[in-house]
Protein backbone atom coordinates (compact mmCIF):
# COMPACT_ATOMS: atom_id res chain seq x y z
CA UNK A 1 0.00 0.00 0.00
CA UNK A 2 1.84 3.08 -1.34
CA UNK A 3 0.68 6.36 0.33
CA UNK A 4 0.10 8.53 -3.00
CA UNK A 5 -2.60 8.79 -6.21
CA UNK A 6 -1.80 5.81 -7.39
CA UNK A 7 -1.41 3.88 -4.10
CA UNK A 8 -4.84 5.04 -3.47
CA UNK A 9 -6.59 3.78 -6.03
CA UNK A 10 -6.82 0.20 -4.18
CA UNK A 11 -9.40 1.18 -1.82
CA UNK A 12 -10.19 -2.20 -0.74
CA UNK A 13 -6.50 -2.81 1.00
CA UNK A 14 -6.74 0.09 2.82
CA UNK A 15 -9.89 -0.22 4.05
CA UNK A 16 -9.34 -3.41 4.70
CA UNK A 17 -6.51 -2.88 6.85
CA UNK A 18 -8.57 -0.59 9.20
CA UNK A 19 -8.11 2.97 7.49
CA UNK A 20 -10.64 6.29 7.07
CA UNK A 21 -10.07 7.02 3.26
CA UNK A 22 -11.55 10.69 2.00
CA UNK A 23 -15.15 10.00 0.54
CA UNK A 24 -14.73 13.16 -1.41
CA UNK A 25 -13.89 13.34 -4.98
CA UNK A 26 -10.19 14.57 -4.20
CA UNK A 27 -9.84 15.92 -8.35
CA UNK A 28 -13.21 18.31 -8.45
CA UNK A 29 -11.74 19.56 -4.60
CA UNK A 30 -8.48 20.66 -6.45
CA UNK A 31 -9.38 21.97 -9.05
CA UNK A 32 -12.28 24.28 -7.18
CA UNK A 33 -9.91 24.94 -4.57
CA UNK A 34 -7.22 26.25 -7.37
CA UNK A 35 -9.67 28.34 -8.98
CA UNK A 36 -11.27 29.88 -5.41
CA UNK A 37 -8.81 28.83 -2.66
CA UNK A 38 -10.47 29.65 0.96
CA UNK A 39 -7.68 28.64 3.44
CA UNK A 40 -3.66 28.80 3.02
CA UNK A 41 -1.60 27.49 5.60
CA UNK A 42 1.88 28.44 6.94
CA UNK A 43 3.59 25.88 8.59
CA UNK A 44 3.78 22.38 7.30
CA UNK A 45 4.54 20.93 10.68
CA UNK A 46 2.80 17.96 12.74
CA UNK A 47 0.11 19.84 14.65
CA UNK A 48 -1.67 21.19 11.49
CA UNK A 49 -1.52 17.21 10.13
CA UNK A 50 -3.28 15.90 12.52
CA UNK A 51 -5.65 18.43 13.53
CA UNK A 52 -6.31 20.82 11.19
CA UNK A 53 -6.35 19.31 8.26
CA UNK A 54 -8.08 16.24 9.89
CA UNK A 55 -10.91 18.61 10.65
CA UNK A 56 -11.09 19.98 7.56
CA UNK A 57 -11.23 16.49 5.98
CA UNK A 58 -13.94 15.80 8.22
CA UNK A 59 -16.00 18.38 6.71
CA UNK A 60 -15.26 17.76 3.22
CA UNK A 61 -16.43 13.90 3.32
CA UNK A 62 -19.54 15.72 5.29
CA UNK A 63 -19.89 17.91 2.16
CA UNK A 64 -20.15 21.05 4.32
CA UNK A 65 -16.13 22.28 2.04
CA UNK A 66 -16.31 21.50 -1.08
CA UNK A 67 -12.58 23.54 -1.07
CA UNK A 68 -9.42 22.02 0.50
CA UNK A 69 -6.76 23.85 2.00
CA UNK A 70 -3.35 24.74 1.15
CA UNK A 71 -0.22 24.22 2.84
CA UNK A 72 3.15 26.81 2.64
CA UNK A 73 6.51 26.12 4.67
CA UNK A 74 8.83 29.08 4.93
CA UNK A 75 11.32 27.17 7.31
CA UNK A 76 12.60 24.28 5.74
CA UNK A 77 11.61 23.80 2.04
CA UNK A 78 12.58 19.81 2.20
CA UNK A 79 9.54 19.05 4.44
CA UNK A 80 7.23 20.15 0.83
CA UNK A 81 10.03 18.47 -1.61
CA UNK A 82 10.68 15.49 0.21
CA UNK A 83 7.35 14.69 2.61
CA UNK A 84 4.65 16.44 0.74
CA UNK A 85 5.06 16.33 -3.07
CA UNK A 86 6.41 12.92 -3.20
CA UNK A 87 2.85 11.49 -1.25
CA UNK A 88 0.66 13.80 -3.59
CA UNK A 89 0.60 15.48 -0.42
CA UNK A 90 -1.44 12.82 1.43
CA UNK A 91 -0.64 12.36 4.94
CA UNK A 92 -2.13 9.64 7.60
CA UNK A 93 -3.07 10.93 11.03
CA UNK A 94 -3.23 8.09 13.56
CA UNK A 95 -5.17 8.70 16.88
CA UNK A 96 -4.00 7.41 20.08
CA UNK A 97 -6.85 6.70 22.48
CA UNK A 98 -6.47 6.52 26.05
CA UNK A 99 -8.45 3.34 25.92
CA UNK A 100 -5.40 1.76 24.14
CA UNK A 101 -7.17 1.95 20.61
CA UNK A 102 -6.03 3.45 17.65
CA UNK A 103 -7.92 5.26 14.57
CA UNK A 104 -5.65 5.63 11.72
CA UNK A 105 -6.88 8.19 8.45
CA UNK A 106 -5.55 8.84 5.14
CA UNK A 107 -5.80 12.53 4.85
CA UNK A 108 -6.27 14.24 1.53
CA UNK A 109 -7.73 17.59 2.49
CA UNK A 110 -4.34 19.07 1.33
CA UNK A 111 -4.61 19.44 -2.12
CA UNK A 112 -1.64 22.50 -3.20
CA UNK A 113 1.64 22.36 -1.46
CA UNK A 114 3.66 25.66 -1.73
CA UNK A 115 7.16 26.92 -1.08
CA UNK A 116 7.58 30.39 0.45
CA UNK A 117 10.54 31.12 -1.51
CA UNK A 118 10.93 34.51 -2.88
CA UNK A 119 13.68 33.78 -5.04
CA UNK A 120 11.69 30.98 -6.69
CA UNK A 121 9.98 32.51 -9.21
CA UNK A 122 7.27 29.67 -9.46
CA UNK A 123 6.77 29.47 -6.23
CA UNK A 124 6.41 32.30 -5.26
CA UNK A 125 4.16 33.66 -8.06
CA UNK A 126 2.27 31.10 -6.92
CA UNK A 127 1.89 32.53 -3.89
CA UNK A 128 0.75 35.69 -5.44
CA UNK A 129 -1.85 33.99 -7.32
CA UNK A 130 -3.31 33.22 -4.36
CA UNK A 131 -3.45 36.11 -2.43
CA UNK A 132 -4.81 37.80 -4.97
CA UNK A 133 -7.74 36.08 -5.04
CA UNK A 134 -10.72 37.46 -3.74
CA UNK A 135 -11.94 34.14 -2.45
CA UNK A 136 -9.30 33.83 0.12
CA UNK A 137 -10.67 33.82 3.85
CA UNK A 138 -7.90 32.82 6.03
CA UNK A 139 -4.26 32.59 6.27
CA UNK A 140 -3.40 30.80 9.58
CA UNK A 141 -0.04 29.79 10.83
CA UNK A 142 1.44 27.40 12.72
CA UNK A 143 5.40 28.37 12.67
CA UNK A 144 6.41 28.93 16.08
CA UNK A 145 6.21 31.91 18.25
CA UNK A 146 10.14 32.65 17.49
CA UNK A 147 8.50 32.79 13.90
CA UNK A 148 7.31 35.90 14.23
CA UNK A 149 9.88 37.47 15.97
CA UNK A 150 11.89 40.34 14.28
CA UNK A 151 15.34 40.56 16.54
CA UNK A 152 17.81 38.45 17.09
CA UNK A 153 19.39 36.79 20.04
CA UNK A 154 20.78 40.26 21.93
CA UNK A 155 17.48 41.71 20.78
CA UNK A 156 18.42 43.42 17.64
CA UNK A 157 16.57 43.67 14.91
CA UNK A 158 18.06 40.71 12.95
CA UNK A 159 19.85 41.37 9.55
CA UNK A 160 17.52 39.63 6.85
CA UNK A 161 14.56 41.68 7.87
CA UNK A 162 16.61 45.22 8.08
CA UNK A 163 17.49 44.21 4.60
CA UNK A 164 13.57 43.61 3.88
CA UNK A 165 12.85 47.00 5.86
CA UNK A 166 15.45 48.80 3.06
CA UNK A 167 14.59 47.09 -0.02
CA UNK A 168 10.71 46.14 0.21
CA UNK A 169 8.12 43.94 -0.45
CA UNK A 170 9.51 43.07 -3.89
CA UNK A 171 12.16 39.70 -2.74
CA UNK A 172 12.21 39.54 1.08
CA UNK A 173 14.45 37.12 2.32
CA UNK A 174 13.23 37.21 5.82
CA UNK A 175 9.81 35.03 6.66
CA UNK A 176 7.95 37.61 7.93
CA UNK A 177 8.77 39.64 5.06
CA UNK A 178 7.72 37.57 2.71
CA UNK A 179 4.14 37.00 4.58
CA UNK A 180 4.13 40.85 4.66
CA UNK A 181 4.78 40.85 0.67
CA UNK A 182 2.05 38.75 -0.07
CA UNK A 183 -0.32 40.55 2.72
CA UNK A 184 0.64 43.70 0.26
CA UNK A 185 0.08 42.11 -3.63
CA UNK A 186 -3.71 41.35 -1.69
CA UNK A 187 -3.57 45.15 -0.90
CA UNK A 188 -2.80 46.03 -4.65
CA UNK A 189 -5.41 43.40 -5.68
CA UNK A 190 -7.48 46.08 -4.22
CA UNK A 191 -7.79 45.59 -0.81
CA UNK A 192 -9.24 42.66 -0.42
CA UNK A 193 -10.31 41.43 2.78
CA UNK A 194 -8.56 38.48 4.86
CA UNK A 195 -8.39 37.05 8.02
CA UNK A 196 -4.26 36.08 9.47
CA UNK A 197 -4.96 34.04 12.34
CA UNK A 198 -2.20 32.70 14.03
CA UNK A 199 -2.90 29.07 15.56
CA UNK A 200 0.75 29.00 17.20
CA UNK A 201 1.13 27.88 20.65
CA UNK A 202 1.54 31.39 22.55
CA UNK A 203 -0.48 33.76 24.47
CA UNK A 204 -1.92 36.83 22.78
CA UNK A 205 -0.87 34.88 19.24
CA UNK A 206 -2.46 37.51 17.23
CA UNK A 207 -0.62 40.55 18.40
CA UNK A 208 2.76 38.45 18.00
CA UNK A 209 1.71 38.47 14.26
CA UNK A 210 0.15 41.97 13.78
CA UNK A 211 3.57 43.38 15.47
CA UNK A 212 5.60 42.05 12.73
CA UNK A 213 3.67 42.78 9.76
CA UNK A 214 2.54 46.25 10.64
CA UNK A 215 6.58 47.12 11.42
CA UNK A 216 7.01 45.98 7.53
CA UNK A 217 3.85 48.13 6.34
CA UNK A 218 5.42 50.97 8.48
CA UNK A 219 8.92 50.64 7.26
CA UNK A 220 8.26 49.87 3.64
CA UNK A 221 5.93 53.18 3.33
CA UNK A 222 8.64 55.42 5.19
CA UNK A 223 10.73 53.89 2.91
CA UNK A 224 8.98 55.36 0.13
CA UNK A 225 9.24 51.17 -1.04
CA UNK A 226 4.73 50.76 -0.17
CA UNK A 227 1.75 52.61 -0.63
CA UNK A 228 1.29 54.99 2.76
CA UNK A 229 -2.39 53.37 2.20
CA UNK A 230 -1.01 49.98 3.24
CA UNK A 231 -0.70 51.05 6.22
CA UNK A 232 -3.91 52.13 6.64
CA UNK A 233 -5.23 48.21 5.19
CA UNK A 234 -3.05 46.74 7.61
CA UNK A 235 -4.63 48.16 10.62
CA UNK A 236 -8.09 48.68 9.21
CA UNK A 237 -10.69 45.63 10.86
CA UNK A 238 -12.84 45.84 8.32
CA UNK A 239 -10.29 44.48 5.91
CA UNK A 240 -7.44 42.69 7.51
CA UNK A 241 -7.81 41.20 10.92
CA UNK A 242 -5.20 39.06 13.87
CA UNK A 243 -7.60 37.02 15.72
CA UNK A 244 -6.53 35.60 19.04
CA UNK A 245 -6.48 31.61 19.26
CA UNK A 246 -6.31 29.21 21.83
CA UNK A 247 -4.91 25.72 20.44
CA UNK A 248 -4.11 22.65 22.28
CA UNK A 249 -3.33 18.79 21.24
CA UNK A 250 -0.36 16.77 22.04
CA UNK A 251 1.34 15.90 18.94
CA UNK A 252 4.79 14.34 19.87
CA UNK A 253 7.16 13.48 17.45
CA UNK A 254 6.53 10.20 15.28
CA UNK A 255 6.97 7.37 16.86
CA UNK A 256 8.57 4.07 15.76
CA UNK A 257 6.05 1.92 17.44
CA UNK A 258 3.60 3.52 15.30
CA UNK A 259 5.68 3.08 12.32
CA UNK A 260 5.96 -0.28 13.08
CA UNK A 261 1.50 -0.83 13.31
CA UNK A 262 1.41 0.56 10.10
CA UNK A 263 4.57 -1.12 8.45
CA UNK A 264 2.35 -4.13 9.50
CA UNK A 265 -0.52 -3.01 7.80
CA UNK A 266 1.44 -3.10 4.37
CA UNK A 267 1.96 0.61 4.29
CA UNK A 268 5.22 1.16 1.99
CA UNK A 269 7.20 3.98 1.91
CA UNK A 270 6.87 5.12 5.76
CA UNK A 271 10.95 6.27 6.45
CA UNK A 272 11.25 9.51 8.54
CA UNK A 273 13.19 12.15 6.38
CA UNK A 274 15.50 14.27 8.14
CA UNK A 275 16.11 17.56 6.76
CA UNK A 276 19.24 19.40 6.25
CA UNK A 277 17.86 21.92 8.97
CA UNK A 278 17.68 18.37 11.32
CA UNK A 279 13.69 18.34 11.14
CA UNK A 280 12.32 14.74 11.11
CA UNK A 281 9.43 14.15 8.98
CA UNK A 282 7.19 11.61 8.05
CA UNK A 283 4.45 10.21 5.99
CA UNK A 284 2.03 9.72 9.31
CA UNK A 285 2.11 11.96 12.59
CA UNK A 286 1.17 10.31 16.27
CA UNK A 287 -2.00 12.13 18.32
CA UNK A 288 -4.05 12.50 21.01
CA UNK A 289 -7.92 11.93 20.71
CA UNK A 290 -8.04 15.41 22.70
CA UNK A 291 -8.44 18.81 20.72
CA UNK A 292 -9.25 21.97 21.22
CA UNK A 293 -9.07 25.28 18.98
CA UNK A 294 -10.84 28.30 20.23
CA UNK A 295 -10.77 31.25 17.67
CA UNK A 296 -11.67 35.25 18.04
CA UNK A 297 -14.45 34.74 15.34
CA UNK A 298 -12.94 38.15 13.09
CA UNK A 299 -13.03 36.89 9.57
CA UNK A 300 -13.47 40.21 7.41
CA UNK A 301 -14.02 38.12 3.95
CA UNK A 302 -16.22 35.26 5.85
CA UNK A 303 -15.67 32.07 6.50
CA UNK A 304 -17.08 28.36 6.56
CA UNK A 305 -18.77 26.41 9.17
CA UNK A 306 -15.57 25.15 10.72
CA UNK A 307 -17.43 24.86 13.88
CA UNK A 308 -19.09 21.78 12.61
CA UNK A 309 -15.54 20.29 12.76
CA UNK A 310 -15.00 21.20 16.31
CA UNK A 311 -13.34 24.83 16.45
CA UNK A 312 -14.88 26.97 18.84
CA UNK A 313 -15.47 30.84 17.47
CA UNK A 314 -16.13 33.39 20.21
CA UNK A 315 -15.13 36.64 21.67
CA UNK A 316 -11.58 38.01 22.06
CA UNK A 317 -11.83 38.28 25.84
CA UNK A 318 -13.11 34.96 25.85
CA UNK A 319 -9.75 33.49 24.21
CA UNK A 320 -8.11 35.18 26.60
CA UNK A 321 -9.78 33.52 29.24
CA UNK A 322 -8.99 30.11 27.92
CA UNK A 323 -5.70 30.64 27.38
CA UNK A 324 -4.80 31.51 30.93
CA UNK A 325 -7.33 28.23 31.82
CA UNK A 326 -4.99 26.00 29.97
CA UNK A 327 -1.62 27.53 30.34
CA UNK A 328 -2.30 28.95 34.04
CA UNK A 329 -3.81 26.49 35.67
CA UNK A 330 -5.10 23.48 33.82
CA UNK A 331 -2.62 21.65 31.87
CA UNK A 332 0.64 23.51 31.54
CA UNK A 333 1.57 24.19 35.24
CA UNK A 334 0.86 20.53 35.56
CA UNK A 335 3.02 19.05 32.57
CA UNK A 336 6.16 21.05 33.95
CA UNK A 337 5.36 19.00 37.36
CA UNK A 338 5.30 16.42 36.06
CA UNK A 339 8.46 17.35 33.53
CA UNK A 340 10.47 18.01 36.59
CA UNK A 341 9.90 15.62 38.88
CA UNK A 342 9.90 12.67 35.87
CA UNK A 343 13.30 13.71 35.06
CA UNK A 344 14.95 13.43 38.49
CA UNK A 345 12.87 10.12 39.31
CA UNK A 346 13.95 8.59 36.15
CA UNK A 347 10.96 8.38 34.12
CA UNK A 348 10.93 8.56 29.95
CA UNK A 349 7.29 8.80 29.74
CA UNK A 350 4.59 11.16 30.85
CA UNK A 351 1.57 8.53 31.18
CA UNK A 352 4.13 6.13 33.25
CA UNK A 353 3.95 8.82 35.58
CA UNK A 354 0.69 9.42 36.10
CA UNK A 355 0.62 5.68 37.62
CA UNK A 356 3.00 7.11 40.68
CA UNK A 357 1.03 8.20 43.17
CA UNK A 358 2.86 11.00 44.88
CA UNK A 359 3.18 12.84 41.31
CA UNK A 360 -0.25 12.07 40.65
CA UNK A 361 -1.49 14.21 44.08
CA UNK A 362 1.05 16.72 43.52
CA UNK A 363 -0.44 17.72 39.97
CA UNK A 364 -3.98 17.16 40.99
CA UNK A 365 -2.81 19.61 44.15
CA UNK A 366 -1.50 22.36 42.00
CA UNK A 367 -4.53 21.81 39.52
CA UNK A 368 -7.59 21.51 41.79
CA UNK A 369 -6.44 22.43 45.11
CA UNK A 370 -3.96 25.96 44.16
CA UNK A 371 -5.39 26.76 40.68
CA UNK A 372 -8.75 26.34 40.27
CA UNK A 373 -9.73 28.47 43.40
CA UNK A 374 -8.33 31.57 41.25
CA UNK A 375 -9.07 30.42 37.59
CA UNK A 376 -11.24 33.04 35.38
CA UNK A 377 -14.48 30.47 34.17
CA UNK A 378 -14.07 31.53 30.16
CA UNK A 379 -17.60 30.28 29.75
CA UNK A 380 -16.82 28.22 26.63
CA UNK A 381 -14.95 25.26 28.18
CA UNK A 382 -15.78 24.68 31.91
CA UNK A 383 -12.10 24.53 33.63
CA UNK A 384 -13.38 21.61 35.95
CA UNK A 385 -13.92 19.55 33.14
CA UNK A 386 -10.98 20.37 31.17
CA UNK A 387 -8.33 19.51 33.85
CA UNK A 388 -10.74 16.33 34.82
CA UNK A 389 -9.69 15.72 31.18
CA UNK A 390 -5.97 16.46 31.44
CA UNK A 391 -5.24 14.30 34.62
CA UNK A 392 -7.69 11.36 33.60
CA UNK A 393 -7.59 10.64 29.91
CA UNK A 394 -4.61 12.76 28.53
CA UNK A 395 -1.47 12.40 30.46
CA UNK A 396 -2.34 8.97 30.88
CA UNK A 397 -2.84 7.61 27.81
CA UNK A 398 -0.23 4.76 27.40
CA UNK A 399 0.36 5.57 23.68
CA UNK A 400 1.13 9.25 24.20
CA UNK A 401 5.44 9.03 23.54
CA UNK A 402 5.52 12.49 25.04
CA UNK A 403 8.77 12.44 27.75
CA UNK A 404 9.65 14.54 31.10
CA UNK A 405 12.53 15.52 29.35
CA UNK A 406 11.28 17.23 26.22
CA UNK A 407 8.86 19.21 28.80
CA UNK A 408 11.09 20.25 30.70
CA UNK A 409 13.15 21.81 27.60
CA UNK A 410 12.96 25.58 29.03
CA UNK A 411 11.82 25.77 31.90
CA UNK A 412 13.08 29.02 33.37
CA UNK A 413 11.22 30.45 30.56
CA UNK A 414 8.04 28.69 31.42
CA UNK A 415 7.09 29.17 35.57
CA UNK A 416 6.55 32.89 34.99
CA UNK A 417 3.52 32.09 33.46
CA UNK A 418 2.53 28.22 34.15
CA UNK A 419 2.96 29.51 38.33
CA UNK A 420 3.62 33.21 38.67
CA UNK A 421 0.05 34.63 37.44
CA UNK A 422 -1.84 31.61 40.48
CA UNK A 423 0.56 33.44 42.85
CA UNK A 424 -0.32 36.84 41.74
CA UNK A 425 -4.18 36.09 41.79
CA UNK A 426 -3.35 34.95 45.23
CA UNK A 427 -2.06 37.75 46.03
CA UNK A 428 -4.52 40.03 44.64
CA UNK A 429 -7.43 38.46 46.29
CA UNK A 430 -9.02 39.40 49.71
CA UNK A 431 -9.95 36.13 50.00
CA UNK A 432 -6.79 34.53 49.68
CA UNK A 433 -3.28 34.26 50.84
CA UNK A 434 -0.37 33.19 49.16
CA UNK A 435 1.01 31.53 52.86
CA UNK A 436 -1.81 28.79 51.95
CA UNK A 437 0.35 27.59 48.66
CA UNK A 438 2.73 24.49 49.77
CA UNK A 439 2.46 23.10 46.32
CA UNK A 440 3.88 25.50 44.12
CA UNK A 441 6.78 26.79 46.07
CA UNK A 442 7.56 22.73 46.09
CA UNK A 443 7.87 22.41 42.27
CA UNK A 444 10.30 25.83 42.32
CA UNK A 445 12.19 23.89 44.70
CA UNK A 446 12.38 20.51 42.89
CA UNK A 447 13.28 22.64 39.70
CA UNK A 448 16.08 24.11 41.64
CA UNK A 449 17.03 20.26 42.46
CA UNK A 450 16.68 18.95 38.95
CA UNK A 451 19.29 21.79 37.69
CA UNK A 452 21.94 19.68 39.67
CA UNK A 453 21.40 17.03 37.17
CA UNK A 454 21.82 14.47 39.32
CA UNK A 455 18.93 12.17 40.33
CA UNK A 456 17.33 10.69 42.88
CA UNK A 457 19.30 7.95 42.86
CA UNK A 458 22.02 9.46 42.53
CA UNK A 459 22.98 9.08 38.86
CA UNK A 460 23.85 12.49 36.42
CA UNK A 461 21.57 12.96 33.70
CA UNK A 462 21.10 15.49 31.21
CA UNK A 463 19.41 18.50 31.66
CA UNK A 464 16.92 19.67 28.88
CA UNK A 465 17.71 22.78 27.14
CA UNK A 466 17.20 26.18 28.86
CA UNK A 467 18.53 29.46 27.72
CA UNK A 468 19.40 30.79 31.49
CA UNK A 469 21.07 26.75 33.16
CA UNK A 470 24.00 28.28 32.52
CA UNK A 471 23.41 31.50 34.56
CA UNK A 472 21.12 30.05 37.09
CA UNK A 473 23.36 27.07 37.93
CA UNK A 474 26.18 29.17 38.37
CA UNK A 475 24.27 30.31 41.30
CA UNK A 476 23.90 26.66 42.56
CA UNK A 477 27.54 25.69 42.34
CA UNK A 478 27.20 24.67 45.87
CA UNK A 479 23.91 22.56 45.66
CA UNK A 480 25.15 18.90 46.37
CA UNK A 481 23.51 15.27 47.85
CA UNK A 482 24.57 15.97 51.74
CA UNK A 483 24.98 19.33 51.60
CA UNK A 484 22.60 22.28 52.52
CA UNK A 485 21.77 26.12 51.43
CA UNK A 486 20.46 29.29 52.76
CA UNK A 487 18.45 32.04 51.27
CA UNK A 488 21.17 33.97 50.86
CA UNK A 489 22.94 32.00 48.56
CA UNK A 490 19.84 31.37 46.54
CA UNK A 491 18.77 34.99 46.46
CA UNK A 492 19.54 35.61 43.08
CA UNK A 493 17.84 33.32 41.81
CA UNK A 494 14.75 33.56 44.26
CA UNK A 495 14.26 37.20 44.03
CA UNK A 496 14.52 36.96 39.64
CA UNK A 497 11.07 37.81 38.89
CA UNK A 498 11.84 37.11 35.04
CA UNK A 499 11.93 33.80 36.01
CA UNK A 500 9.15 33.15 38.75
CA UNK A 501 6.83 36.54 37.69
CA UNK A 502 7.36 37.53 41.35
CA UNK A 503 10.09 38.10 43.78
CA UNK A 504 9.80 35.37 46.20
CA UNK A 505 11.40 36.90 48.72
CA UNK A 506 8.51 39.93 48.16
CA UNK A 507 5.43 37.22 48.33
CA UNK A 508 6.93 35.39 51.58
CA UNK A 509 8.09 32.48 49.77
CA UNK A 510 11.46 32.16 49.52
CA UNK A 511 11.99 30.68 52.89
CA UNK A 512 9.51 27.56 52.15
CA UNK A 513 11.15 27.20 48.81
CA UNK A 514 14.72 27.20 50.68
CA UNK A 515 13.31 24.96 53.26
CA UNK A 516 11.91 21.93 50.68
CA UNK A 517 15.37 22.06 48.69
CA UNK A 518 17.04 21.45 51.94
CA UNK A 519 14.58 18.61 52.56
CA UNK A 520 15.65 17.05 48.75
CA UNK A 521 19.45 17.08 48.90
CA UNK A 522 19.44 15.30 52.22
CA UNK A 523 20.62 12.40 50.83
CA UNK A 524 19.90 9.97 47.58
CA UNK A 525 15.96 9.31 48.19
CA UNK A 526 15.25 12.16 49.45
CA UNK A 527 13.47 13.66 46.59
CA UNK A 528 10.75 10.89 47.08
CA UNK A 529 10.54 11.22 51.07
CA UNK A 530 9.42 14.58 50.58
CA UNK A 531 6.86 13.83 48.02
CA UNK A 532 5.73 11.61 50.54
CA UNK A 533 5.65 13.81 53.42
CA UNK A 534 3.74 16.58 52.18
CA UNK A 535 1.33 14.69 49.39
CA UNK A 536 0.29 11.25 52.45
Given at each position: ????????????????????????????????????????????????????????????????????????????????????????????????????????????????????????EGEYGRLKEIFGKDSLQIASFTITEKGYSLVN????????????????????????????????????????????????????????????????????????????????????????????????????????????????????????????????????????????????????????????????????????????????????????????????????????????????????????????????????????????????????????????????????????????????????????????????????????????????????????????????????????????????????????????????????????????????????????????????
Amino acid sequence: MKLNEQGMQDVAAWEAAGYELPRFNREEVKKASREKPFWIHFGAGNIFRAFQANVVQKLLNDRVLDRGLMIAEGFDYEIIEKMYRPHDNYGIAVTLKADGTIEKAVVGSIVESCILDSDNEGEYGRLKEIFGKDSLQIASFTITEKGYSLVNGTGKISSDVAADFEAGPVRPGSYMGKVASLLYFRYKAGELPIAMVSMDNCSHNGDKLYTAINAFAEKWAENGLADEGFKSYVNDRAKVTFPWSMIDKITPRPDTSVEKILREDGVEGLETVITSKNTYVAPFVNAEECEYLVIEDAFPNGRPCLEKGGFLFTGRETVDKVEKMKVCTCLNPLHTCLAIFGCILGYRKISEEMKDTELKKLIEAVGYKEGLPVVADPGILEPGEFIDKVINVRFPNPFMPDTPQRIATDTSQKLAIRFGETIKAYQASPERDVKDLKMIPLVFAGWLRYLMAVDDAGKPFELSPDPLLDTVRTHLSGLKLGGSVDCEMLKPVLENKNIFGINLYDAGMAEIVTGYLNEMIIDTGAVRAVLKKYLP
